[in-house]
């Protein structure tokens, strides 16, 4: 029980990622961005709803894409669904709702917009799998936080990755800005010189030293 308990502690702290909701206002253009691990399943459940007494129904377009401009999900006219897909490398996403004006209509109120986005353990379907392979509830809460563990090790893998390559980042700039101060000094120290050189010999062709 000993090595489990910092693990539930850890469960409970983390706990369930909570919905986002905002306003989009009509001919509007609003996006929410995140950086996700490679292999990584991500489901989401959106809702667009039009304020109380509004004559016109909710109308936006929904697009996810990766920052190479790949669409991963995408609906127009959306007002409520599910999507699902899984990374392939580490990236940043980005998921834009965007308000259409109807036709022949004035200003378009604002619009709710709810999004409920998760990733990796937060998006498997632990009661599916238990269906799935028979498991017992404690073997599905055993079987969530090896999931949750493995996650948080590839967490800390990647930042102990990150901190490397800005540790060989800043050697290789100090590296270069010894170099560059090196090469500096002996420029100006040459030039010194050749300024003593010259104004002795410019002084001498005027007679005023010897």
């Known amino acids: 029980r000993a090595p489990l308990l910092p693990l539930l502690l850890l469960l409970l702290l983390v706990g369930p990622a909570r919905p986002i909701s905002f306003q989009l206002p009509g001919k509007a253009r609003k996006c929410l961005r995140e950086e996700i691990h490679r292999d990584t399943l991500v489901t989401g459940e959106y809702e667009i709803s039009a304020p109380p007494g509004s004559s016109t129904g909710p109308s936006a377009n929904l697009k996810i894409t990766d920052s190479a401009g790949h669409i991963l999900y995408a609906k127009e006219d959306a007002t ?38 998760k990733h990796g353990v937060e998006a498997k379907n632990y009661e599916e799998i238990a269906k799935v392979e028979k498991l017992k509830p404690l073997e599905v809460e055993l079987r969530r936080l090896e999931d949750l563990s493995e996650s948080i090790v590839n967490d800390f893998a990647y930042m102990k990755k990150r901190e490397e390559e800005m540790r060989d980042t800043n050697e290789s700039t100090n590296t270069r800005v010894l170099y560059f101060s090196i090469f500096s000094m002996c420029c100006l120290i040459g030039l010194a010189t050749w300024q003593v050189f010259y104004l002795r010999r410019f002084f001498k062709a005027k007679k005023l030293i010897e």
Do not use: H, I, N, W
């Not at 699902?84 to 940043?92: L, N, Q, R, S, V």
């Open 80 to 117: 409520k669904g599910k999507f699902a897909f899984t990374t392939e490398d580490y990236d940043m996403f980005e998921a834009c709702f965007e308000s259409k004006l109807p036709v022949g209509t004035g200003r378009m109120p604002d619009q709710l917009v709810t999004l409920d986005m």
